[in-house]
């Protein structure tokens, strides 16, 4: 399961996870997909879903996974 | 009224021309060229003030529809026809850039050839930069024609290669032609292309644009399809909506090597000649590829990657600009692992993370395991050839 981690440096706000061996980082942008995945993300969470199901549920899985 | 030509016209001694500018009056009722013959016109015509005899209408057949100003004409084979109205949509078309590497693996292996990625699913699957060789070449017919993409795949269950051209209101409700060579390393293949309206988060349900399907063979041939997108009017467009290009989409292909060059998607019903999204510039072409992604190391120990200092005496900050504007504040991808990073002369840490990043530039910074001298600056460097940092701006 992904570990976000919320880092404050200066005035910024960057959000982490690392994932085979790759940190990957952003900042807290709209426009970021990678923030907007993080936001549904903390959204899914705090309805109190299960967090490893957040990955499987329809409209977040990954693309690849579809037939074509 | 009379209309003048200039510039561009039919060539004299009869050969094909590849361009002809189209001056559109509707009222016009002679056609006059200076200093040219001019061939094959619907009209009275003159050459300098003197009626050309034996022209018949029809003699050049044309296929025109909806021209606007500016509007260029190009000849299919056997007919005049509207030209494209916008240049390649596709970046990377000739698989020149390869950021991330030129050799790939695995059931599915994500960005491969810059801007290109692999959706495929199942079995084992590489992808592979593939030099030409000169024989190649004179089959494909470009002399600055260099790499191919080759996929290769052993069980599975398909084969998907994509491109994410972004806006979904590109091409909507126009006539687009998209061309490309390829072949399959034995046998045949069929290749079901789609070209699909995703309308982004938020946005509309996605609409499938179907090609007729394509039987790969082993030797390089261009292909050349036309369809109509659907119209966007009415529908929402969410952040991140684009065009989903599957140029390589099968099922039935799974056992095969296919290579690939040259991809164009182009408006109108013709295939232009091959030209680079960036106007045939390498340069333009990776500069192009550098708004979605950007490499900056090169997967090598004891490079350069830019000058860094303490802020403070746990805290180390790297700043730089990057070579184009990116196309959203990107993420920051960087490997991790024992002593990859050090700020010289001193300090190694194991990873980094973004900070400050906008569209123009951005920074590393490290605050587990720095320590220094507030305000004491140095190169920051790869320690270890694992090591690799790049912006990821994709769609």
Redesign the interface.
């Given at each position: 399961m992904r570990q976000y981690e919320v880092i404050e440096f200066g005035e910024s706000v960057t959000i982490a996870y690392e994932e085979n061996g790759v940190r990957l980082s952003f900042p807290d942008n709209p426009s970021n997909p990678d923030y907007a995945e993080y936001l549904r993300y903390t959204a899914w969470v705090e309805a109190g879903n299960d967090p490893e199901q957040f990955w499987v549920a329809e409209g977040n899985e990954p693309t690849q996974l579809e037939q074509p | 009224m009379v209309t003048r030509l200039s510039g561009g016209l039919t060539p004299a001694d009869g050969a094909d021309p590849r361009t002809f500018p189209a001056i559109w009056n509707d009222t016009a009722d002679v056609v006059e060229a200076q200093g040219t013959a001019v061939t094959g016109l619907q009209s009275d015509v003159t050459a300098n003030g003197t009626a050309i005899a034996g022209l018949e209408a029809d003699s050049i057949p044309t296929d025109v529809s909806s021209p606007v100003s500016g509007d260029s004409l190009v000849y299919d084979g056997s007919n005049w026809v509207n030209g494209p109205r916008s240049g390649n949509a596709i970046i990377n078309g000739d698989f020149g850039v390869w950021q991330r590497g030129t050799s790939f693996s695995g059931?599915?292996a994500g960005y491969t050839a810059d801007r290109w990625n692999d959706?495929?699913?199942g079995g084992t699957l590489s992808i592979t930069r593939e030099a030409f060789s000169p024989g190649d070449i004179e089959a494909i017919g470009y002399g600055d024609a260099e790499y191919f993409l080759r996929t290769s795949r052993s069980g599975g269950?398909?084969v998907?290669l994509v491109q994410r051209i972004e806006d979904v209101r590109t091409f909507a409700g126009q006539q687009v032609t998209l061309s490309f060579w390829a072949r399959v390393g034995s046998g045949t293949a069929t290749n079901?292309i789609r070209l699909n309206q995703e309308f982004g988060?938020g946005g509309s349900s996605s609409v499938s644009g179907t090609f007729p399907d394509i039987t790969l063979t082993t030797d390089w041939q261009r292909f050349v399809q036309t369809i109509t997108l659907s119209s966007v009017a009415g529908k929402t467009i969410g952040?991140?909506s684009h065009l989903d290009l599957?140029v390589i989409?099968?099922?039935d292909a799974v056992g095969h090597d296919i290579d690939l060059w040259g991809v164009q998607l182009e408006a109108g019903p013709v295939a232009t000649p091959f030209r680079l999204a960036g106007g045939g510039s390498k340069a333009a072409e990776l500069a192009l590829c550098q708004r979605y992604y950007y490499k900056v190391t090169t997967d090598a120990a004891f490079r350069y990657i830019g000058t860094g200092f303490y802020?403070s005496s746990s805290?180390m900050l790297i700043y730089h600009h990057f070579p184009v504007t990116m196309r959203?504040?990107?993420?920051?991808?960087?490997?991790?692992?024992t002593n990859y990073y050090r700020l010289r002369p001193a300090d190694y840490v194991d990873?980094?993370?973004?900070?400050?990043?906008t569209l123009n530039a951005g920074g590393f910074?490290n605050?587990t395991q720095a320590s220094g001298t507030p305000g004491n600056a140095g190169r920051f460097t790869t320690e270890s050839s694992?090591a690799?940092v790049a912006w990821r701006a994709e769609?």
């Amino acid at each position: 399961m992904r570990q976000y981690e919320v880092i404050e440096f200066g005035e910024s706000v960057t959000i982490a996870y690392e994932e085979n061996g790759v940190r990957l980082s952003f900042p807290d942008n709209p426009s970021n997909p990678d923030y907007a995945e993080y936001l549904r993300y903390t959204a899914w969470v705090e309805a109190g879903n299960d967090p490893e199901q957040f990955w499987v549920a329809e409209g977040n899985e990954p693309t690849q996974l579809e037939q074509p | 009224m009379v209309t003048r030509l200039s510039g561009g016209l039919t060539p004299a001694d009869g050969a094909d021309p590849r361009t002809f500018p189209a001056i559109w009056n509707d009222t016009a009722d002679v056609v006059e060229a200076q200093g040219t013959a001019v061939t094959g016109l619907q009209s009275d015509v003159t050459a300098n003030g003197t009626a050309i005899a034996g022209l018949e209408a029809d003699s050049i057949p044309t296929d025109v529809s909806s021209p606007v100003s500016g509007d260029s004409l190009v000849y299919d084979g056997s007919n005049w026809v509207n030209g494209p109205r916008s240049g390649n949509a596709i970046i990377n078309g000739d698989f020149g850039v390869w950021q991330r590497g030129t050799s790939f693996s695995g059931p599915s292996a994500g960005y491969t050839a810059d801007r290109w990625n692999d959706e495929s699913s199942g079995g084992t699957l590489s992808i592979t930069r593939e030099a030409f060789s000169p024989g190649d070449i004179e089959a494909i017919g470009y002399g600055d024609a260099e790499y191919f993409l080759r996929t290769s795949r052993s069980g599975g269950n398909f084969v998907r290669l994509v491109q994410r051209i972004e806006d979904v209101r590109t091409f909507a409700g126009q006539q687009v032609t998209l061309s490309f060579w390829a072949r399959v390393g034995s046998g045949t293949a069929t290749n079901t292309i789609r070209l699909n309206q995703e309308f982004g988060s938020g946005g509309s349900s996605s609409v499938s644009g179907t090609f007729p399907d394509i039987t790969l063979t082993t030797d390089w041939q261009r292909f050349v399809q036309t369809i109509t997108l659907s119209s966007v009017a009415g529908k929402t467009i969410g952040s991140g909506s684009h065009l989903d290009l599957q140029v390589i989409r099968q099922i039935d292909a799974v056992g095969h090597d296919i290579d690939l060059w040259g991809v164009q998607l182009e408006a109108g019903p013709v295939a232009t000649p091959f030209r680079l999204a960036g106007g045939g510039s390498k340069a333009a072409e990776l500069a192009l590829c550098q708004r979605y992604y950007y490499k900056v190391t090169t997967d090598a120990a004891f490079r350069y990657i830019g000058t860094g200092f303490y802020e403070s005496s746990s805290s180390m900050l790297i700043y730089h600009h990057f070579p184009v504007t990116m196309r959203i504040v990107p993420t920051l991808e960087a490997t991790s692992g024992t002593n990859y990073y050090r700020l010289r002369p001193a300090d190694y840490v194991d990873s980094i993370s973004s900070t400050g990043t906008t569209l123009n530039a951005g920074g590393f910074f490290n605050n587990t395991q720095a320590s220094g001298t507030p305000g004491n600056a140095g190169r920051f460097t790869t320690e270890s050839s694992s090591a690799s940092v790049a912006w990821r701006a994709e769609l």
